[in-house]
């Protein structure tokens, strides 16, 4: 398997990485106590990779917030770099925002329900940054290999998989561990999404749940597999986030959790 290099910082390569960050930047405020934090982390050594959205496209309602958009996103994101010098990931959602948010970002990422989205993920290769793929939570493992080879056909420099779970009934995903196994023999490293995993997708409420207590436990389960590193949405008050407030972990969980995914 080969490494992935990400404004420095190698991906598969020996000790585990931590894409985190908010699950959407909901004020300039809240980044750059996040990304502070995140920082002291990485002044300790922690490869952390600081995770920022500028729009959540894919919510359970029209009325849900969404980020302050890719123009003020940007100019967020371009400071909080330059202030911290934190390696950057960000989400594109269609090709016309590829080769602006490549301007300011490490690595582009593609949201899972749009990793089938050819043009998309070509859009993201021909930037020439490494791309990471969220696996669908309806597509099989089997399939990912196909969607990281358009990327490199493309010029990508390189690319990861993040596993999130799979869809299970209407409302609540569940982890095959197997996919880390198999997305890593495509050779490109994996990462496992110990958030966005213990969701439970809107049902009737029109709000996304989730468990929060699963994410240490089967998070240890992704690193036995072989995980390369973990995708977390971390905020300071998650009582008080605007999204994904039942699985995004505080300060205190976050490094709790660094502590032990750093000990497998």
Same mark, same amino acid.
């Given at each position: 398997?080969?490494?992935?290099?990400?404004?420095?910082?190698?991906?598969?390569? &020996?000790? @585990? !990485?931590?894409?985190?960050?908010? *699950?959407?930047? %909901?004020?300039? #405020?809240?980044?750059?106590?996040?990304?502070?934090?995140?920082?002291?982390?990485?002044?300790?050594?922690?490869?952390?990779?600081?995770?920022?959205?500028?729009?959540?496209?894919?919510?359970?309602?029209?009325?849900?917030?969404?980020?302050?958009?890719?123009?003020?996103?940007?100019?967020?994101?371009?400071?909080?770099?330059?202030?911290? &010098?934190? @390696? !950057?990931?960000?989400?594109?959602? *269609?090709?016309? %925002?590829?080769? #602006?948010?490549?301007?300011?970002?490490?690595?582009?990422?593609?949201?899972?329900?749009?990793?089938?989205?050819?043009?998309?993920?070509?859009?993201?290769?021909?930037?020439?940054?490494?791309?990471?793929?969220?696996?669908?939570?309806?597509?099989?493992?089997?399939?990912?290999?196909?969607?990281?080879?358009?990327?490199?056909?493309?010029?990508?420099?390189? !690319?990861?998989?993040?596993?999130?779970?799979?869809?299970?009934?209407?409302?609540?995903?569940?982890?095959?561990?197997?996919?880390?196994?198999?997305?890593?023999?495509?050779?490109?490293?994996?990462?496992?999404?110990?958030?966005?995993?213990?969701?439970?997708?809107?049902?009737?409420?029109?709000?996304?749940?989730?468990?929060?207590?699963?994410?240490?436990?089967?998070?240890?389960?992704?690193?036995?597999?072989?995980?390369?590193?973990?995708?977390?949405?971390?905020?300071?008050?998650?009582?008080?986030?605007?999204?994904?407030?039942?699985?995004?972990?505080?300060?205190?969980?976050?490094?709790?959790?660094?502590?032990?995914?750093?000990?497998?």
């Amino acid at each position: 398997m080969s490494s992935v290099s990400v404004g420095g910082l190698e991906v598969g390569a &020996g000790r @585990p !990485v931590f894409i985190a960050g908010p *699950c959407v930047m %909901e004020s300039p #405020a809240l980044v750059d106590e996040t990304a502070g934090f995140l920082s002291s982390l990485a002044s300790r050594g922690v490869k952390v990779i600081l995770k920022l959205s500028y729009e959540k496209a894919n919510r359970s309602s029209g009325e849900s917030f969404r980020g302050p958009g890719i123009e003020e996103g940007l100019k967020l994101i371009r400071m909080v770099k330059e202030k911290y &010098g934190l @390696p !950057v990931i960000c989400d594109i959602h *269609c090709r016309e %925002e590829a080769e #602006a948010a490549s301007r300011v970002a490490d690595c582009l990422q593609i949201p899972a329900f749009l990793c089938r989205q050819t043009p998309l993920i070509e859009a993201a290769g021909r930037t020439l940054l490494p791309v990471n793929i969220k696996k669908g939570q309806f597509l099989s493992p089997y399939s990912m290999e196909r969607q990281g080879r358009k990327a490199l056909e493309t010029g990508a420099s390189g !690319v990861i998989f993040t596993e999130r779970g799979t869809s299970f009934g209407y409302s609540d995903l569940v982890v095959d561990m197997r996919s880390v196994v198999i997305m890593k023999k495509s050779g490109f490293p994996v990462i496992f999404d110990a958030t966005h995993s213990q969701q439970s997708p809107a049902g009737s409420s029109g709000e996304t749940g989730g468990s929060r207590e699963f994410i240490i436990p089967i998070s240890k389960a992704a690193a036995a597999a072989g995980a390369d590193g973990f995708f977390c949405e971390v905020h300071p008050r998650p009582v008080d986030a605007l999204s994904d407030r039942s699985t995004q972990m505080d300060f205190n969980m976050f490094e709790e959790f660094v502590d032990e995914m750093s000990k497998m």
